[in-house]
């Protein structure tokens, strides 16, 4: 190779080399992902109750400016957050940071104070999200990034008990140990308890500081300690799992925070006892007022040993029980405490009731004929069942053994329809002659004034046809605040639409009262007869909380049905 060549070819690089860093350094700059970095610092192990001070630093390495810069911090679970050295109310969970822009070389930085709540080991997750935009590119770009800190030490350790197991209906018992573990004295706490549903405190020790959850701890010395009992009664289904909770809170400007928490569950295990009530061979039956409900109480021994001394009983709640009339069968009635009571002297197998044997009592009793007395609201009757005994197995640990069930009857709304007529009303007037005359128009009245003990009924209306040759005159009044009725040419029907009935219509409110005007002019072939004027009236609707079509049908009028001028309808 010449020397000339040589000389070329070294140019030529050198030359491709030069336009190569022109390009670069005046040319489009490109973006690079990763050259925008997010970190959290803080703490990898911390003590319950301090606080903890989260650092988060995002920074713009790259050449091009970064828009609309969205960063979403989210605290640990159950962390108490601090703004300012306040306490605040964040529901959320975590704080946001929007920016418009984000130059490059620039970063920035962002702090975030909170107390970690939870139990020794726990691991506290803090997260951060950074999302923006990069120059004129499309799509925007998200960044994350996170740390863990390790509750290492409780300054108060909370020990709860509670037991594993237990059966519905079963005493238990929950304690809560507390202990200083600090180098201090810790003033100014208190403990709240969360109790499961299904449970119902009836002893306590020490008493509570305020109603039946929460004590207050003035100071607890270094190295001291307490405990708290809590007896009482836990239902549930079997297989529930019931928690209950105890949190220690202390006094920050003012405010309780959370501070501990401990916890203990007890499962709901298979009863030894097993109790249902059914009515009329259903547990699901809706029964209208002066309806008879005959009640079976099935029962069996659900245990693996033989029960003694059992009895069963039943109280039953509701104001529309006409008590009166119970029959019992034999069983014993305490009408001051509503309840029925069958003990081994009716049912001899409640002596000694073997594993898995069953049987069933039973008894009735009838609803009051109307609901006027029954009071506001929905309408229903409640039966508690409940199958028990003092006589407990050894092998069985336990104070007392029983089974619960209830049932609740609905009831029926039950409206009344008065429906009346008039030649004479007292507000239009009479028209026409009375006996009606062939050929001759005679104007009637038609009042329905409806009463609703029961439940609300909505959807509600009332209708009724109109035979051929009678006339539908346009002239009606009705109560303050209800609607007006239309007639339909096409079916001859006249539709009084009430939409919902409350309940107490009638009974704590005036009734929905309407009046319309109908006439007749009888022909030749009516001579002799009382024609209708209303066929197949009845009131119609949807019973809001049983959720049972109701209809109530009225009695067809004719023109002998008068109140004013009875047994004068008939066409001369």
Same mark, same amino acid.
């Given at each position: 190779m010449s ?7 070294i ?8 336009? /190569? ?39 713009n ?10 960063? *979403?911090?989210?605290? $640990? ?15 959320t ?9 984000l ?17 020794k080991?726990?691991?506290?997750? %803090? ?19 996170? *740390?863990s =800190? ?15 197991n237990?059966?519905?209906?079963q005493?238990?018992?929950y ?5 200083n ?11 709240a ?19 039946? %959850? ?5 100071t607890?010395?270094k ?13 549930g ?37 097993h109790?249902?009530?059914?009515v009329?061979?259903s ?22 040993? =033989?029960?003694?001394?059992l009895?069963?009983?039943?109280r ?8 009166s ?19 081994? =002297? *009716? ?6 009731l ?7 009592a039973?008894? /009735? ?22 199958l ?5 197995p ?8 029983? %089974?619960?069930n ?27 002659p ?5 050929a ?11 009463t ?12 009724? =046809?109109?035979?051929?040759g ?6 009606s009044?009705?109560?303050?605040g ?6 339909n ?32 002019? $009888? /022909? ?13 009236p009845a ?25 004013d001028? /009875? ?6």
């Amino acid at each position: 190779m010449s020397n000339t060549v040589l000389k070329w070819l070294i140019v030529t690089a050198i030359g491709l080399f030069v336009v /190569s860093l022109l390009l670069f350094w005046f040319g489009s700059p490109s973006f690079n992902e990763s050259q925008v970095t997010l970190k959290i610092e803080g703490p990898t192990q911390a003590s319950v109750g301090d606080e903890v001070v989260y650092k988060v630093t995002y920074a713009n390495t790259t050449k091009i400016t970064l828009q609309h810069i969205h960063l *979403i911090f989210t605290y $640990p679970d159950s962390s108490v957050i601090l703004q300012n050295g306040q306490v605040v109310n964040n529901s959320t969970g975590h704080e946001t940071v929007d920016e418009d822009t984000l130059n490059p070389g620039q970063s920035q930085q962002k702090e975030f104070h909170a107390f970690l709540i939870g139990d020794k080991g726990n691991i506290k997750m %803090a997260k951060a999200s950074l999302a923006f935009d990069a120059g004129n590119l499309k799509s925007p770009f998200q960044k994350t990034a996170d *740390i863990s =800190t390790t509750i290492t030490n409780l300054p108060v350790s909370l020990t709860m008990v509670a037991p594993p197991n237990a059966v519905n209906g079963q005493n238990i018992s929950y304690i809560l140990d507390y202990r200083n573990q600090s180098n201090n004295d810790i003033s100014d706490l208190q403990l709240a308890f969360t109790y499961p549903d299904g449970f119902d405190p009836r002893k306590f020790s020490p008493a509570p500081s305020q109603g039946q %959850a929460t004590w207050s701890l003035k100071t607890i010395k270094k190295g001291e300690g307490g405990r708290i009992q809590i007896d009482g009664v836990l239902n549930g289904n079997q297989g529930d799992s019931k928690q209950v909770t105890a949190t220690l809170k202390r006094n920050i400007n003012g405010a309780y925070i959370d501070y501990e928490k401990a916890a203990a569950t007890t499962i709901i295990a298979s009863p030894l006892l097993h109790v249902s009530l059914n009515v009329n061979d259903s547990s699901n039956y809706i029964s209208h007022a002066g309806d008879t409900l005959q009640y079976t109480v099935d029962y069996q021994n659900d245990s693996n040993v =033989t029960l003694s001394g059992l009895t069963l009983s039943v109280r039953l709640d509701g104001a529309m029980y006409d008590f009166s009339s119970m029959d019992t069968r034999g069983a014993f009635f305490d009408s001051s405490s509503r309840t029925i009571t069958w003990n081994s =002297t *009716i049912i001899p197998a409640f002596d000694n009731l073997r594993p898995n044997q069953n049987g069933s009592a039973v008894f /009735s009793v009838k609803l009051k004929p109307g609901a006027a007395n029954a009071g506001s609201g929905n309408l229903f009757v409640h039966a508690t069942a409940q199958l028990m005994t003092e006589n407990i197995p050894d092998t069985i640990d336990a104070q007392q053994i029983n %089974a619960q069930n209830d049932l609740v009857t609905k009831i029926t709304s039950q409206p009344i329809v008065d429906q009346s007529l008039y030649y004479s009303d007292p507000a239009f007037g009479a028209s026409g002659p009375l006996p009606p005359a062939v050929a001759q128009e005679t104007v009637f009245t038609v009042h329905w004034r409806i009463t609703n003990p029961g439940n609300t009924l909505s959807g509600a209306k009332v209708t009724a =046809t109109l035979p051929q040759g009678v006339t539908w005159k346009n002239v009606s009044s009705v109560g303050a605040g209800q609607p007006e009725p239309t007639f339909n040419k096409g079916t001859s029907q006249v539709i009084w639409a009430l939409g919902t009935i409350p309940q107490g219509v009638g009974i704590s409110s005036p009734k929905y009262e309407l009046a319309f005007q109908v006439s007749i002019k $009888p /022909s030749s072939t009516q001579s002799g007869t009382a024609p209708f004027l209303i066929k197949s009236p009845a009131l119609s609707g949807v019973d809001s909380f049983t959720q049972q079509n109701i209809v109530v049908p009225g009695q067809d009028l004719s023109t002998n049905d008068t109140i004013d001028q /009875s047994g004068q309808g008939t066409v001369q």
